[in-house]
C-alpha cells in the first residue's frame, strides 16, 4: 500500500516562505502524478498544485508566480516551496498519488 508523508508546515509571517515536502514509498515514483491539497476548516479541500512524471507543472490561479512545485525522483520526494505567503494561505497541506492521501501539514501564516 502508498504511504506519503507530508513535512515542512509550520508558522511564518505574511511575506515569508515554507518548503514542504511529500515522500512516497513504493517503486515506480518517477511514473506518478503527485498533487498538492489544502484545506481549511469548513471548506472543501482544493487543488493547488500539480506535478506529472513527465515534469509538467499546473498550478490555482490563487498560488500561480508565488509557488512551485518539483520533484525528485531519486528520492521519491515532491516539493511544494511556497513564497510570498498570505494569510489566506494558512491551511493544512495535503499530498495526493493516485487516490493516497498523506496525513498533510498545517501551514499558519500570521503575523
Known amino acids: 500500500q502508498v504511504q506519503l508523508v507530508e513535512s515542512g508546515g509550520g508558522l511564518v509571517q505574511p511575506g515569508g516562505s515554507l518548503r514542504l515536502s511529500c515522500v512516497r514509498s513504493g517503486s515506480f515514483f518517477s511514473f506518478y502524478t503527485i498533487s498538492w491539497y489544502r484545506q481549511v476548516p469548513g471548506k472543501q479541500r482544493e487543488l493547488v498544485a500539480v506535478?506529472?512524471?513527465?515534469?509538467?507543472?499546473n498550478y490555482a490561479d490563487s498560488v500561480k508566480g508565488r509557488f512551485t512545485i518539483s520533484r525528485d525522483n531519486a528520492k521519491n520526494t515532491v516539493s511544494l516551496q511556497m513564497n510570498s505567503l498570505k494569510t489566506a494561505d494558512s491551511a493544512v497541506y495535503y499530498c495526493?498519488?493516485?487516490?493516497?492521501w498523506g496525513q498533510g501539514t498545517l501551514v499558519t501564516v500570521s503575523s
Open positions: 506535478i506529472t512524471g513527465g515534469g509538467s507543472t
Open positions: 495526493n498519488s493516485n487516490g493516497s
